[in-house]
């Protein structure tokens, strides 16, 4: 009985972080979307990024809850003969994923912003809803192969029999975001491996896929000269042919440094009136920064390493390996893409375009991240079952 309340009360501290973040998030998106004289036209609220925000982050919370509601063991694998993998439902999901990504990239169906296609553009009534594959296709591969490695156990070591379908499982999706998207390409694909590592693969059989992935990534860098532009600016700051394209770091460590102890209050930054580009989605944190300072910068990165502690004690409690594992994937997604975001904004990583999970405005990234928490919770509950 009493590790059962415990695991109750370590699910409940996990879904009241991750609703603390989400409110943080919603407070710093409608302070960083601030406008002179905003009048607002409430029957078109979705019109307003604020506004829009707040509702997402309403329904984020929502689907939190009732995703942590279904047992996680429904998305482990009977059996990784075609059989089974026809029968769970992550199949299907990472099978949408990649349909999606291949959609994407038509012209006249994805949506070019930022000199990049990544977006889906899906009328709902009077809306226009804007996804991104990529970040569906992000957390299906995660599950997939979280579940099919559990699944797997020791004939992960087997490299032609099931080491070597993931790898090629992997480079499909990959190949298919890194058209696009650079950032998540090298972020998923360091994510995938860890996956297999931690679950069991022989390190030797990495031997392959990384330098064809470091290949490929190194290809994509050096045909578009907007990343070796990103590469150059953050290498040589001071160079004057890469003041455009470190514009927006050097805006951004402007926020941060001018922030001080206590910031210069909610509100009341300045950065965010067409100072700092991207200042609600990648580089929130550094308006969080100028108006919150240090303190502010300190409860975000602590928030973030409490988050760590709790699914590490998930992961400890957890008996079952496959839940062990997800819930390890789930922790590793959520605190690197963190750790990354906070490093572009405070220049220790080139710009990447990684969103901070939780507070960077976007539907896509927090609606699937609430769900990946969900089912963290649902784990988390659920940690006292037999070792499988």
Request: hydrophobic share 55%.
């Amino acid at each position: 009985m009493k590790n059962t309340f415990d695991n109750n009360k370590l699910a409940d501290s996990i879904a009241a972080l991750v609703v603390t973040l989400i409110g943080f998030g919603a407070v710093f998106v409608f302070s960083a979307s601030a406008r002179v004289g905003a009048d607002y036209d409430w029957k078109n609220f979705y019109n307003y990024l604020e506004l829009r925000q707040l509702f997402f982050c309403i329904l984020a919370i929502a689907v939190m809850l009732a995703v942590s509601l279904f047992n996680y063991k429904w998305l482990a694998f009977k059996s990784v003969r075609p059989s089974g993998l026809i029968q769970n439902p992550l199949s299907w999901l990472l099978l949408i994923s990649i349909a999606l990504l291949v959609i994407v990239l038509i012209p006249g169906l994805g949506t070019e912003v930022n000199y990049a296609r990544r977006w889906l553009r899906v009328p709902a009534g009077p809306i226009t809803i804007n996804f991104q594959p990529s970040e569906l296709a992000k957390w299906a591969l995660v599950f997939f192969l979280s579940a099919v490695s559990a699944k797997l156990g020791e004939k992960l070591r087997l490299f032609k029999k099931s080491f070597l379908p993931l790898i090629i499982l992997i480079g499909l999706v990959l190949g298919l975001i890194i058209i696009e998207d650079f950032g998540t390409t090298a972020f998923l694909g360091a994510i995938s491996f860890t996956i297999l590592l931690v679950a069991g693969a022989k390190w030797w059989h990495f031997i392959t896929p990384i330098p064809v992935l470091a290949g490929v990534l190194t290809l994509a860098i050096i045909k578009s000269p907007e990343r070796i532009e990103r590469i150059t600016a953050f290498l040589s700051p001071t160079d004057a042919s890469s003041q455009a394209a470190g514009y927006q770091v050097e805006q951004s460590l402007t926020a941060i440094s001018t922030g001080g102890l206590l910031g210069k209050g909610l509100g009341r930054g300045i950065s965010k009136y067409g100072h700092l580009p991207e200042d609600t989605t990648d580089f929130i944190f550094a308006i969080v920064a100028e108006e919150m300072g240090f303190i502010g910068v300190v409860a975000v990165v602590l928030l973030f390493i409490l988050f760590i502690i709790l699914g590490v004690m998930t992961i400890h409690r957890c008996r079952d390996n496959f839940g062990r594992l997800l819930a390890f994937a789930i922790v590793l997604t959520i605190a690197s893409q963190a750790a990354i975001n906070l490093g572009v904004v405070t220049r220790l990583l080139p710009t990447k375009g990684i969103a901070l999970p939780f507070i960077s405005a976007g539907g896509s990234h927090l609606l699937l991240a609430a769900a990946a928490v969900g089912i963290l919770i649902n784990i988390t509950r659920n940690s006292s079952g037999k070792t499988q």
